[in-house]
């Protein structure tokens, strides 16, 4: 089936969906407070449109870290995959593949490092929660080289689990909860000495995920990140933070040339994709519309949900008077008072109930 919307893709994945899997893509940590914030943050600016612009020849595209993509968008790394889809992994990459652009696969998600560098040609990152010491480590990273991977993701916002009270409330955990519960002792003890020996160990390219301040910004530079990703684990962490398009300034002018900005959190609109390269944004992560649109209907649901957000962001960029990304900043952007309240699923107002699919 070809969807015209994804308003419809998230209605197939809401009937697709159980109860427990539907609270878990869609939930936050504690009072969702952070989650909330992602969408406020992006319905609080609005658009300078210029006029009389000829944009009969619209260019979204742009390299990660080297990669060519034909957008300005990467598929975020997200655990579980299989709760999504029977092929799990396999059909997010699938889709980066049709779609021409980039995605980050989780080291929590099924069916693993060597199934996946295999399933596609196109540029791939691997993320690591580190669960090991130095042996653990040379093994994993062993075999992420050997694979072909293009960089690191190192997840740093998870020090210590959340309370996401959807699942809790529920008695029901996802499965890395359930599998992976040893090792999380490395995690808590995370420092920036384990970062200089895992970058020894990787010898490659960097990216340090979680980051959402500019002090955590210029010391990863420091410590040799090529990429700064702004992220606050969509909302699924610390509660009461910051949306991350209110952080990515001071990130981007921490940072200046000196490594990429990447960022998610709550974006799921091709004018949300606009606002974030407007402020300095690299390439921007979905996660949420990717599970919405696996759960949908796996590899050829999310082909169809990038190609509407490939079309929303061309849209965008015409009415904005632009015809590349690099003529996009922040004189195309102003405050503006949101004109309905936040949730993670307000940008749907199409949606019944107002989009209150629980």
């Known amino acids: 089936m070809d969807y015209l919307t994804n308003h419809e893709i998230i209605l197939a994945a809401r009937r697709a ?10 939930g936050g940590s504690e009072s969702e407070t952070t989650m909330r914030r992602n969408r406020l943050g992006l319905d609080s600016l609005a658009f300078r449109p210029r006029v009389l612009c000829d944009v009969s020849h619209i260019d979204t595209a742009t390299s990660l870290l080297g990669l060519p993509s034909r957008l300005p968008v990467f598929l975020a790394p997200m655990a579980s995959l299989q709760l999504m889809t029977p092929d799990a992994a396999l059909a997010a990459d699938g889709a980066a593949e049709d779609c021409g652009i980039v995605s980050v696969l989780s080291g929590h998600t099924p069916p693993g490092i060597e199934e996946v560098a295999a399933n596609s040609p196109h540029g791939k990152i691997y993320q690591i929660y580190v669960r090991g010491g130095r042996a653990w480590l040379e093994e994993l990273l062993g075999r992420v080289r050997a694979a ?11 020090a210590v ?28 003890g995370l420092t920036w000495d384990d970062w200089d020996m895992i970058a020894e160990i990787w010898g490659g390219l960097m ?20 990429c700064i990703y702004v992220s606050n684990h969509g909302g699924r962490q610390l509660d009461h933070n910051r949306a991350t398009i209110a952080a990515l300034p001071e990130v981007v002018d921490a940072v200046g040339d000196s490594a990429e900005v990447w960022i998610d959190g709550g974006f799921v609109r091709g004018t949300d994709i606009v606002k974030a390269i407007a402020l300095g944004a690299r390439a921007v992560g979905i996660g949420k519309l990717q599970a919405w649109a696996l759960t949908a209907g796996g590899r ?11 079309a929303e962001i061309r849209s965008c960029m015409g ?16 405050r503006a008072r949101p004109v309905a309240p936040a949730h993670e699923m307000s940008a749907f107002p199409h949606l019944p109930r107002g989009g209150r699919l629980t």
């Open 207 to 226: 990216i340090i995920k979680g980051v959402d301040t500019a002090a955590d910004a210029r010391r990863a530079v420091a410590h040799g990140a090529a």
């Open 300 to 310: 050829q649901a999310l082909v169809n949900c990038l190609q509407i957000l490939d």
């Open 319 to 334: 009415l904005l008077g632009v015809t590349a990304l690099d003529q996009l900043g922040a004189r195309h952007l102003a």
């Open 148 to 158: 072909g991977y293009r960089a690191l993701a190192v997840t740093v916002d998870t």
């Open 161 to 188: 689990y959340s309370n996401r009270e959807r699942q809790m409330m529920a008695g029901w955990e996802p499965p890395t909860r359930r599998s992976n519960a040893d090792g999380r002792e490395f995690l808590a």
């Open 17 to 26: 969906a159980s109860g427990p899997v539907w609270d878990y893509i869609c």
